[in-house]
């Protein structure tokens, strides 16, 4: 069964920067895609960021330029850079994985973590 755990949420000012991160388990990590997607209080949740098992990134218009995903195979982790964010970012961010590409649609990914905060202040 995988197992994914988010962390390196919190608060952070608009124009800083924060680092996520995903811990996979119980799966054969480089065989998975990766993905980013969040979530605002009263929104539906929406595509961030994605990379497949060999490193190919798509990224959201709204974060493009900004956020960085990236993976380390060896560690069993995704990361999502977050810089310059803004305080339309604050969000629970969701780490997402499947044996196939899923793209932008979250209904179609498999497994998710339990979220981490994000809080952008102004």
């Known amino acids: 069964q995988v197992q994914l755990v988010e962390s390196g949420g919190g608060l952070v000012q608009a124009g800083g920067s924060l680092r996520l991160s995903c811990v996979a388990s119980g799966c054969a990590f480089t065989n998975y895609h990766m993905g980013w997607f969040r979530q605002a209080p009263g929104k539906e949740r929406e595509f961030a960021a994605a990379?497949?098992?060999?490193?190919?990134?798509s990224y959201a218009g709204s974060v493009e330029g900004r956020f960085h995903i990236s993976r380390d195979n060896a560690k069993n982790t995704v990361y999502l850079q977050m810089n310059t964010p803004k305080p339309e970012d604050t969000a629970t961010y969701y780490c997402?994985?499947?044996?196939?590409?899923?793209?932008?649609?979250?209904?179609?990914?498999?497994?998710w973590g339990p979220g981490t905060q994000v809080t952008v202040s102004s």
């Open positions: 990379i497949t098992w060999g490193g190919t990134t």
């Open positions: 997402t994985a499947d044996l196939f590409y899923r793209g932008d649609d979250y209904r179609r990914w498999g497994y």
